[in-house]
């Protein structure tokens, strides 16, 4: 079983920063790419930021600039840092891993951006 716990969501001003993290445990020998979604409210759930075993990285226009995702191997850990908030920002935030073509996915953590 893997298990992802988010944590460092909150409320910050436009302009300010947050970082959030996701914490891993369970079956992640293999961990193939490690990412981050997010849904604004009343809206789906979209591709935000992701992270390869390489250290290759991918961003989504809206954030490109601003995020920047990065992993602790030793923590078993990843990261999201979100610099420059937009109000459009505002939505919960669900980080994730990908193990042999699976994802499994974090409870999610809540990221308000106000103006």
């Known amino acids: 079983q893997v298990q992802l716990v988010e944590s460092g969501g909150g409320l910050v001003q436009a302009g300010g920063s947050l970082r959030l993290s996701c914490a891993a445990s369970?079956?992640?020998?293999?961990?193939?790419?490690r990412g981050w979604y997010r849904q604004a409210p009343g809206k789906q759930r979209d591709f935000t930021a992701l992270?390869?075993?390489?250290?290759?990285?991918n961003y989504a226009d809206s954030v490109k600039g601003r995020f920047t995702i990065s992993r602790d191997n030793a923590k078993n850990t990843m990261y999201l840092q979100m610099n420059s908030l937009k109000t459009e920002d505002t939505g919960v935030y669900y980080c994730?891993?990908?193990?042999?073509?699976?994802?499994?996915w974090g409870q999610g953590t809540q990221v308000t951006v106000s103006s």
């Open positions: 994730y891993v990908g193990i042999r073509g699976r994802m499994y």
């Open positions: 992270i390869t075993d390489t250290g290759s990285t």
């Open positions: 369970g079956s992640i020998f293999e961990i193939n790419v």
